[in-house]
């Protein structure tokens, strides 16, 4: 590999990171909007779904059963969410937004709507496409990497995967 195609490598991952960190940064400027952190407006979009399950939610996020669970007390103290014991289930609890847990959703929404108009809209489409086709691409990449990368640890131990390194 050539020191120009090694450069631009690197300029492409910069500019990844780029865009994560200012993904990252807009949606907890969203979730500050309407006084809740970005793990809080997660937990809340995911029970506005109705197919909320803690434990699951906690894996798909890697996050632990103890965050989640202080983060929906959190969420029941704010008044947004409520907790009832499962109708078809007694030792299941069912959690669901409350009127103010909707209309802060529906801020949320609004505000991201408004977002996409002023930032992604003004965008070429054929280049929307394109980015996305790539991004697509890179996380399956990414993901196939990682996935390798795992199997290897968990065939040879730390030594192969420092090795492939």
């Not at 807009?26 to 952190?37: C, D, E, H, I, K």
């Not at 980015?131 to 990497?145: I, R």
């Amino acid at each position: 590999m050539s020191n120009a195609q090694l450069a631009e490598i690197h300029a492409a991952i910069e500019v990844l990171g780029r865009l994560s960190s200012a993904f990252g940064d807009r949606r907890q400027q969203l979730a500050q909007s309407v006084g809740l952190t970005d793990h809080q407006w997660g937990v809340l979009e995911e029970i506005s779904t109705e197919h909320f399950m803690p434990s699951m939610f906690a894996r798909q996020r890697d996050s632990t059963p103890a965050a989640v669970s202080k983060t929906l007390r959190q969420l029941i103290d704010k008044g947004l969410i409520e907790v009832k014991l499962s109708k078809s289930d007694g030792r299941q609890r069912d959690y669901q937004l409350t009127r103010r847990g909707r209309r802060t959703m529906d801020e949320l929404r609004d505000a991201r709507a408004l977002a996409i108009e002023h930032i992604w809209q003004k965008l070429d489409r054929d280049e929307v496409r394109r980015f996305t086709a790539f991004g697509n691409l890179l996380a399956h990449a990414l993901t196939e990497h990682a996935n390798t990368i795992s199997k290897e640890r968990d065939d040879h131990g730390n030594d192969a995967v420092r090795e492939s390194l």
